[in-house]
């Protein structure tokens, strides 16, 4: 009997530039599984890393990062107008993000929607869309920051995180935000990499901060206490969670499904027949969607005793789906029955992966809160660090002007009387012994300013920066001080902006 021959591996040929030694036009045999195992990885090490997946500590992906950067760089703050969308797409795809204008736009919108975000960080001024359909054109809608974003993007020229090079290396990224709330947590996020996948369920912002500065003050806290503070999500769109085993699974180890239900109101819709109102609906649930799924039921006569499907959802009422009812049915059967058979109750399944230091790890609560914790310790000590550098610098400058403001006639006098820069520098050193950066600064300093200066109002200030210096410094020497520092921060976002919760949390049947 004949044996096999085991089949070598293809190859293929593939033409390179030619190297040292090498003549121009050389063909180099390469193997074609090692190739192609290479290139996927590479592929897949850029999808994870720069699309799919956010990063833990201020819970964006690079698209939505790099939105919120420029725009703060081209000071689309929340007290100036809005500009065009397509402005805002165009500068990002130019210096920061360079794909698909669609893929920016999406993510600008998503950012600016109420039924998606918890906490938008993008204000919208004109047709962003529904859940039922997609937003206008990005020539007709404007934009502008949030003011929830500045607390994302605020302190991120005090040194208080790392640049890189953007795509061409002609400008500088942040390559993660300050991001003064535990973003991650509160507006949730979805992506999908390669080999692994990301779903974070929204928070109520005042609960999220809760746990957050119980955590700082507890470190050792236990996922029970820390679920009294944070007991579940909280969805922008409303509904009730159906139990908490889920959400206590997805806590404990990041992965965790739990259902979500409608909210209804059974109410006489006429004057003879009663019905079911539908006021709030699972989230990334359409009304649309609803009624086309119960209309199939009825025709198909999987669900008895609806006459009738009315749809008044509108942008200012919010959802408001009316179900008449047969006479002689129960609505409490009827309303069983659309639980399980439409997406009025809707599974959510919690998918916690993001990136820590670089690396996709799935995150329970109290590591995704720790991260974050540690984030924001940073950037406090590095934003104290420069601040405190910075009231150095300016209290130098004003002990000189303070030097030389004693007799600001002689200064003028040796200023006018000097031969060149030079030569006025070394005068003002030697006979008002100050350094060289002190006479330089003088020297810069238009006449007309120099002689208006005030003794006082310079002594003031002198007096202010040593206050200030001494504070930082403080500070920078007691890490329990700057852990107070972060929490007070935190409290300050939630008087701002936390709102009452808004999904509530029944039981499992």
């Given at each position: 009997m004949a044996t096999k021959k085991t089949a070598a591996p293809k190859k293929s040929t593939k033409v390179h530039g030619p190297k040292p030694g090498e003549f121009p036009g050389k063909i180099v045999d390469i193997d074609v599984s090692s190739e192609m195992s290479e290139s996927f990885l590479e592929y897949a090490y850029s999808v994870i890393y720069s699309r799919a997946l956010p990063d833990a500590r201020d819970g964006l992906k690079p698209v939505h990062r790099r939105i919120l950067h420029q725009m703060s760089d081209m000071g689309l703050r929340p007290d100036r107008g809005h500009v065009k969308s397509a402005r805002v797409v165009g500068e990002v795809m130019g210096k920061l993000h360079p794909h698909g204008d669609g893929a920016i736009y999406d993510a600008l919108v998503r950012m600016a929607q109420s039924f998606s975000m918890q906490l938008p960080l993008i204000d919208?001024?004109?047709?962003?869309?529904?859940?039922?359909?997609?937003?206008?054109a990005?020539?007709?809608?404007?934009?502008?920051?949030?003011?929830?974003?500045?607390?994302?993007?605020?302190?991120?020229?005090?040194?208080?995180?790392?640049?890189?090079?953007?795509?061409?290396?002609?400008?500088?990224?942040?390559?993660v935000l300050p991001a003064a709330f535990p973003n991650l947590l509160v507006n949730g996020g979805s992506g999908i990499a390669v080999g692994m996948a990301t779903n974070m369920a929204p928070h109520n912002l005042g609960e999220v901060i809760a746990a957050t500065k119980y955590l700082i003050e507890n470190p050792k806290a236990t996922?029970?206490?820390?679920?009294?503070?944070?007991?579940?999500?909280d969805f922008p769109t409303g509904g009730e969670i159906v139990g908490l085993d889920g959400v206590r699974e997805a806590y404990a180890t990041g992965k965790g499904s739990f259902k979500v239900r409608a909210t209804t109101e059974i109410s006489k819709v006429t004057s003879r027949k009663m019905g079911i109102v539908i006021k709030e609906l699972p989230f990334n649930i359409g009304p649309e969607k609803v009624v086309e799924r119960i209309a199939e039921l009825v025709k198909a006569k999987k669900i008895q005793g609806i006459?009738?499907?009315?749809?008044?959802?509108?942008g200012q009422t919010g959802t408001n789906v009316v179900?008449?009812?047969?006479?002689?049915?129960?609505?409490?059967?009827?309303?069983?029955?659309?639980?399980?058979l439409t997406p009025m109750e809707d599974a959510f399944a919690i998918n916690a992966?993001?990136?820590?230091?670089?690396?996709?790890?799935?995150?329970?609560?109290?590591?995704?809160?720790?991260?974050?914790?540690d984030h924001r310790i940073e950037v406090v000590r590095r934003r104290s660090q420069f601040r405190k550098a910075k009231a150095e610098d300016r209290l130098l400058l004003v002990d000189g002007l303070l030097k030389a403001i004693i007799d600001i006639d002689k200064v003028i006098k040796i200023i006018r009387g000097s031969d060149d820069a030079a030569a006025a520098k070394e005068k003002l050193i030697k006979d008002f012994k100050l350094n060289d950066e002190q006479a330089t600064y003088i020297l810069d300093m238009p006449l007309r300013r120099l002689t208006k200066m005030s003794k006082l109002e310079l002594e003031t200030e002198s007096k202010e920066l040593k206050a200030t210096i001494a504070?930082?410094?403080?500070?920078?020497?007691?890490d329990e001080a700057?852990?107070?520092?972060?929490?007070?921060?935190?409290?300050?976002?939630?008087?701002s902006f936390a709102i009452p919760r808004r999904t509530r949390i029944g039981k499992d049947d």
């Amino acid at each position: 009997m004949a044996t096999k021959k085991t089949a070598a591996p293809k190859k293929s040929t593939k033409v390179h530039g030619p190297k040292p030694g090498e003549f121009p036009g050389k063909i180099v045999d390469i193997d074609v599984s090692s190739e192609m195992s290479e290139s996927f990885l590479e592929y897949a090490y850029s999808v994870i890393y720069s699309r799919a997946l956010p990063d833990a500590r201020d819970g964006l992906k690079p698209v939505h990062r790099r939105i919120l950067h420029q725009m703060s760089d081209m000071g689309l703050r929340p007290d100036r107008g809005h500009v065009k969308s397509a402005r805002v797409v165009g500068e990002v795809m130019g210096k920061l993000h360079p794909h698909g204008d669609g893929a920016i736009y999406d993510a600008l919108v998503r950012m600016a929607q109420s039924f998606s975000m918890q906490l938008p960080l993008i204000d919208g001024h004109g047709n962003f869309g529904s859940l039922d359909a997609g937003p206008a054109a990005m020539r007709y809608t404007e934009a502008r920051l949030a003011p929830s974003a500045i607390s994302m993007v605020a302190e991120a020229d005090e040194n208080t995180v790392d640049f890189g090079p953007n795509y061409d290396g002609q400008l500088a990224e942040p390559l993660v935000l300050p991001a003064a709330f535990p973003n991650l947590l509160v507006n949730g996020g979805s992506g999908i990499a390669v080999g692994m996948a990301t779903n974070m369920a929204p928070h109520n912002l005042g609960e999220v901060i809760a746990a957050t500065k119980y955590l700082i003050e507890n470190p050792k806290a236990t996922l029970n206490q820390l679920m009294k503070h944070l007991p579940a999500p909280d969805f922008p769109t409303g509904g009730e969670i159906v139990g908490l085993d889920g959400v206590r699974e997805a806590y404990a180890t990041g992965k965790g499904s739990f259902k979500v239900r409608a909210t209804t109101e059974i109410s006489k819709v006429t004057s003879r027949k009663m019905g079911i109102v539908i006021k709030e609906l699972p989230f990334n649930i359409g009304p649309e969607k609803v009624v086309e799924r119960i209309a199939e039921l009825v025709k198909a006569k999987k669900i008895q005793g609806i006459s009738d499907i009315v749809d008044l959802t509108d942008g200012q009422t919010g959802t408001n789906v009316v179900i008449e009812l047969k006479n002689g049915f129960e609505p409490e059967d009827v309303l069983e029955k659309l639980y399980k058979l439409t997406p009025m109750e809707d599974a959510f399944a919690i998918n916690a992966v993001a990136l820590v230091r670089g690396k996709p790890q799935t995150l329970g609560l109290k590591e995704l809160l720790q991260v974050f914790i540690d984030h924001r310790i940073e950037v406090v000590r590095r934003r104290s660090q420069f601040r405190k550098a910075k009231a150095e610098d300016r209290l130098l400058l004003v002990d000189g002007l303070l030097k030389a403001i004693i007799d600001i006639d002689k200064v003028i006098k040796i200023i006018r009387g000097s031969d060149d820069a030079a030569a006025a520098k070394e005068k003002l050193i030697k006979d008002f012994k100050l350094n060289d950066e002190q006479a330089t600064y003088i020297l810069d300093m238009p006449l007309r300013r120099l002689t208006k200066m005030s003794k006082l109002e310079l002594e003031t200030e002198s007096k202010e920066l040593k206050a200030t210096i001494a504070a930082l410094s403080k500070l920078l020497k007691d890490d329990e001080a700057i852990r107070v520092q972060v929490s007070d921060e935190l409290s300050a976002v939630a008087k701002s902006f936390a709102i009452p919760r808004r999904t509530r949390i029944g039981k499992d049947d």
